[in-house]
């Protein structure tokens, strides 16, 4: 068992209590190993308290080193061939692991994920924002794992799924890592109630949201797909948006320029924005800013034509062809918007990708 801590020495109790009383009734030999990363409120000495008694390892890291670390350092100390990782806040019910186990002893399965989005499976109390925020970020590993629940910090598995493979600490998401990156033939989901933790607070903060992203688009590299790479062009292109929309207003609203040269600007603005944080992250690009920068104002300018082309013919040809009035239902319009502006984007992203930043990925 790793349990990865970070200020959770309330819990801890309850914790080694409940994880060795499941263990012990379905006979599974357990050691728990403790990750601490010098937690201030003194997880770290409680939890060698507890270790008097108990079948238990504490690692002391230094310092706050990150979710994702503390568990592969707990897998290297670990002496069993099961690894189960679980939080220590009681999320999870400890109470789940003999059959997660036996699912991996029988040959079932080789990785088992405690799953809140299978039947059976449940969350208890989300705010809208929590849920929205889950919701969002399994969606965008869809195309990663079959798995339904692949953001879970609750899973077990056999130690050979992770021999000599190289393992990636970034994030939070280290079962999401695993399930991409791991030898395995099958997977399989056990379905857990996922409960308000009981003492103390999250640590998932909205820097975490952003490395979510930056690790999804790495795994997405991984398995040799583009759309690792089109997921961040498309994100800094919603950010670029937004910055259009205010560069917009206030050189219009502030310094009175007229609506037509304000829109140029944002335009201009926007697009510089896009450009420097592709170059930066999406290519990780070395090319020559003199070529790239034009190329890359060219293909959105580009981009452009071919969104008014697509919702012209969208609106007088498609639509009304499929019986759709558009005076009817402006609702259309948008619909219409949408499908154009998302193929725009793929527009924009390959020709970036073959023509702008092409020089530096056949190279790479
Ligand atoms: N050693 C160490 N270092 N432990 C940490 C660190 C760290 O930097 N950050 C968090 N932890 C520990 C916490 O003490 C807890 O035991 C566990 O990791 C999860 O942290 P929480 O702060 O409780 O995370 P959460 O509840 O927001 O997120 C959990 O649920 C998500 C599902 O929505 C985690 O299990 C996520 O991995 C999971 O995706
Ligand atoms: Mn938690």
Request: charged share 20%.
């Given at each position: ?51 008097k ?34 939080d ?49 970020a ?18 077990a ?51 975490e ?6 690790h ?83 293909v959105?300018v ?24 558009m ?38």
């Amino acid at each position: 068992m790793i349990v990865p801590t970070y200020n959770e020495k309330d819990n801890l109790d309850e914790l080694v209590q409940r994880i060795n009383s499941s263990c012990s009734k379905a006979g599974i030999e357990c050691e728990i190993v403790i990750v601490d990363d010098n937690s201030p409120d003194g997880t770290g000495a409680k939890a060698e308290e507890l270790a008097k008694s108990a079948r238990m390892k504490v690692l002391h890291r230094e310092g706050k080193l990150g979710l994702s670390s503390a568990v592969l350092e707990g897998f290297k100390v670990a002496s069993g061939s099961v690894l189960v990782v679980m939080d220590a806040d009681l999320s999870h019910p400890p109470e789940k692991i003999p059959e997660m186990v036996s699912k991996i002893e029988s040959g079932e399965a080789e990785l088992v994920v405690g799953s809140r989005y299978i039947k059976g499976g449940s969350v208890e109390n989300w705010p809208l924002r929590r849920k929205a925020v889950s919701k969002g970020a399994t969606f965008l590993a869809r195309w990663l794992t079959k798995v339904k629940d692949p953001m879970s910090g609750f899973f077990a598995l056999s130690r050979s799924v992770i021999d000599g493979v190289a393992l990636n600490p970034v994030g939070y998401k280290i079962g999401l890592e695993i399930l991409v990156k791991g030898k395995y033939e099958k997977a399989a989901e056990v379905p857990i109630h996922f409960a308000d933790r009981k003492a103390g607070k999250s640590k998932l903060g909205g820097t975490e949201m952003l490395r979510y992203i930056d690790h999804v688009s790495m795994l997405y590299e991984h398995k040799h797909l583009w759309l690792g790479k089109y997921l961040k062009f498309a994100f800094i292109g919603g950010i670029g948006a937004l910055i259009n929309l205010a560069v917009l207003w206030v050189s219009h609203e502030v310094f009175f320029v007229h609506y037509l040269w304000a829109a140029v600007l944002a335009f201009v603005v926007a697009d510089t924005n896009n450009y420097i944080w592709n170059r930066l992250w999406t290519f990780k690009s070395k090319g020559k800013i003199h070529f790239q920068y034009p190329q890359f104002l060219l293909v959105s300018v580009d981009g452009l034509m071919l969104n008014l082309i697509l919702l012209w013919a969208l609106v007088e040809e498609v639509f009304p062809g499929l019986g759709v009035r558009m005076d009817k239902a402006s609702v259309m319009l948008i619909v219409a918007q949408v499908l154009a502006i998302f193929t725009v984007s793929l527009f924009n992203f390959f020709a970036n990708s073959i023509w702008t930043f092409g020089g530096d990925m056949r190279k790479a």
